[in-house]
């Protein structure tokens, strides 16, 4: 089914497949008229104080905060994510608001020792900023961009995934409400091949913040080029989730699906490969069936479903696809029948080391288990992909867990635990899965210029 008409975008519940609305769908045109407005818009808001900048921010946040039930509902129905999860990211969305609330009156610049003069250097907004969004966490993703952006001194044009637009139109109508000038911040919800391109090749745009596929990501940065526009990328991600025999085995495979099935495995920082020491293969993998088998997986709207369905019917057939004849299904967990896009949580093992299961991003509640002998092996068959976003090391021996950690190639690791996101620390990958960090303090650095200044004295 063609979900999107010329002018228009049919947005679908997941889990019963239902039509939730249609909205217009906006072109280049509008994508030009929403960068005019966002640039004359600059001209304001980059000049107004910073503690009024943080005023307003904190404002949006707690208005986030107020609407927090619709807004879970809303993303819940759209995206097919269980209530509770939608819950807690709706909540993050609020206290991504009030973090970067803190920093305007905290973009500080640095005086440096020069012969014959004073030299300081200041963190300039860049202008508009386009932000490109996924569909897996619409509304959280949105925030990680706007509020550095425009805590920055920034206007910002959002383009949401065409799939899951609805939570971000909310945002923009809470944030007018809580009292963000108008052009400030700007929704426009269109297809990536029109909206999207024409923001990343707009001359009067200064960055681009994209999130989502690394194919898509690469043609961005070669789009982005000509205009030598700056770029964050946040792309895709084959992290490895690495259990030694000596770790505590009962909590790594409690916490192993969580990681995996976690949004129904759409998810950047889904540990889809778990290397298992080879002497454990086997308790460790009684353990997991067990909890896999376990999980809840129905009516995203129900508090104590875990799993959702996934996004669309031609997803579910790309998920399906990593089931072939180099994949043994060792676990299968449970999935509802009738309307919705549901596919139960699998666990593999691969037969071949080329396995796609093995390799490549799945996007989908598939987790593929892997032995390994020795630490250097490990580390040898986590890094041996072109992504380097995420990770985990379990293992009860410090010394072990500071070694592999420091060895693996990407940006956001755990030990003993799974957890990648957190509002005060940087998030980002190694190698292909990206450029730049979203979220902590370093997040600001990607949305200001630096500038020098030298005053002779
Ligand atoms: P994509 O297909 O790459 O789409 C992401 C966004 O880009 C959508 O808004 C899409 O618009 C837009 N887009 C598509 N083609 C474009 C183009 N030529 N120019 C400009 N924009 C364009 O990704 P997805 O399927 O939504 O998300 C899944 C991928 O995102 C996975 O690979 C996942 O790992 C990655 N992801 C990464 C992270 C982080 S933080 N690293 C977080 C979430 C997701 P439409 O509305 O037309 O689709």
Not at 31 to 37: E, L, N, P, Q, T
Not at 105 to 119: A, D
Not at 305 to 334: C, Q, W, Y
């Amino acid at each position: 089914m063609d979900r999107v008409g010329k002018n228009s975008i049919e947005v679908i519940d997941p889990a019963t497949e239902q039509v939730i609305t249609r909205l217009p769908s906006a072109g280049p045109e509008d994508a030009d008229r929403a960068v005019a407005r966002a640039k004359a818009a600059f001209a304001t808001w980059q000049n107004v104080a910073a503690g009024d900048r943080a005023t307003i921010l904190r404002r949006v946040g707690a208005a986030v905060e107020e609407q927090a039930v619709s807004l879970a509902q809303l993303e819940s129905r759209n995206v097919g994510k269980p209530i509770n999860d939608a819950l807690g990211e709706v909540g993050m969305v609020a206290a991504t608001f009030a973090y970067y609330a803190g920093s305007p009156e905290r973009l500080t610049g640095k005086t440096i020792p020069v012969p014959g003069g004073v030299n300081m250097t200041f963190k300039e907004p860049m202008g508009v900023v386009g932000l490109i969004t996924p569909w897996n966490f619409p509304l959280a993703i949105a925030s990680w961009g706007v509020a550095p952006a425009l805590a920055a001194g920034n206007t910002v044009v959002l383009k949401p995934a065409q799939l899951t637009p609805l939570t971000a139109i909310e945002l923009e109508r809470i944030a007018l409400e809580a009292g963000l000038p108008e052009g400030v911040f700007q929704v426009l919800a269109g297809p990536g091949s029109l909206v999207g391109e024409r923001l990343v090749e707009h001359p009067d745009v200064a960055k681009i913040g994209f999130t989502g596929s690394t194919e898509v990501g690469k043609r961005i940065s070669i789009r982005a080029s000509e205009t030598i526009k700056r770029v964050t990328l946040e792309l895709g991600g084959k992290s490895a989730n690495i259990v030694f025999a000596d770790a505590d085995l009962e909590r790594a495979a409690a916490a192993a699906p969580g990681a995996v099935f976690g949004n129904a495995g759409q998810d950047c920082c889904a540990r889809s490969r778990i290397l298992v020491e080879r002497s454990t293969m086997d308790v460790f993998l009684d353990l997991l069936s067990a909890n896999v088998a376990a999980m809840r997986v129905g009516d995203p709207m129900d508090e104590a479903t875990e799993m959702g369905p996934l996004i669309t019917a031609e997803h579910r057939s790309k998920v399906a696809s990593f089931l072939d004849e180099d994949t043994t299904v060792v676990a299968r967990g449970n999935a509802p029948d009738g309307p919705g896009f549901w596919f139960a949580p699998t666990v593999v093992t691969p037969n071949s080391p080329g396995a796609r299961a093995a390799t490549e991003e799945i996007f989908g509640p598939i987790a593929c288990v892997m032995p390994f002998d020795d630490e250097e092996e490990a580390v040898s068959i986590a890094n041996d992909t072109i992504y380097g976003l995420s990770g985990s090391v379990w293992t009860e021996n410090g010394a072990r867990a500071l070694r592999v950690a420091r060895a693996l190639d990407a940006g956001t690791l755990s030990v003993n635990s799974n957890w990648s996101v957190r509002i005060a620390t940087p998030y980002g990958g190694f190698k292909q899965s990206g450029i730049g960090r979203a979220l902590g303090p370093d997040a600001l650095d990607y949305y200001t210029e630096l500038k020098n200044l030298y005053i002779a004295t």
